[in-house]
């Protein structure tokens, strides 16, 4: 079993639309579930309350005390985190995956709301986390990404540009590859950019 987590202290960086569009291509490659650690509003498990036949992977709300048993059977799962989590939490959550996903806006904001979130995990020598820069407009995205890099901090090479279609995607309780919007699909392959980057990650 490979378990990715999406995370950040920050809330509105794309954590959820991250996590529901990375367990949407592993869900192509494997029985896949999303745990929805988000207790107030379980974002994830509304997007994917649909039945469309688009959909490819599971989603439950996290529950801490039979999260063994909800992960028992599925090859991959995705943790899209509570928000709003303390520096011991992430730690944790880094600890317990494959691979720690931490998004961001490229925006003064959420810049600042990054370095916050990534102090805990550098001072406790986490290493397997990467950022990955989301709703990205202009050079804004490349811009943090070279910062970044240049600083020591992983960064994907891959990054997602802002649609306004990913919000129509939630609302329609569709996959974006499934709504017939050529903005939605191009951010959806840009997500499985991320995915195979990730992957490879997870397998070195």
Request: hydrophobic share 40%; glycine share 8%.
């Amino acid at each position: 079993m490979k378990i990715f987590s999406i995370a950040n202290m920050k809330g509105g960086v794309g954590k959820t639309t991250t996590a529901v569009q990375l367990a949407q291509g592993l869900g192509k490659k494997g029985k896949t579930l999303l745990l929805d650690a988000d207790q107030e509003l379980q974002c994830a498990v509304a997007w994917r309350s649909s039945d469309d036949p688009a959909w490819s992977f599971d989603a439950v709300r996290y529950d801490g005390k039979r999260a063994d048993k909800q992960m028992a059977g599925y090859k991959y799962v995705v943790i899209d985190s509570k928000g709003n989590e303390q520096g011991h939490d992430l730690v944790a959550l880094a600890r317990a995956s494959d691979l720690l996903i931490v998004p961001t806006r490229p925006e003064g904001v959420s810049a600042a709301g990054l370095a916050n979130t990534l102090s805990p995990l550098l001072d406790a020598g986490i290493s397997n986390f990467r950022v990955l820069v989301v709703v990205n407009e202009g050079g804004r995205g490349e811009e943090l990404r070279e910062h970044l890099a240049d600083n020591g901090i992983p960064v994907f090479n891959s990054m997602v540009r802002k649609s306004t279609a990913v919000g129509d995607s939630v609302e329609r309780r569709i996959p974006l590859e499934a709504y017939q919007n050529r903005y939605a699909k191009t951010v959806a392959l840009e997500y499985q950019s991320v995915l195979r980057e990730a992957l490879s990650y997870v397998s070195k």
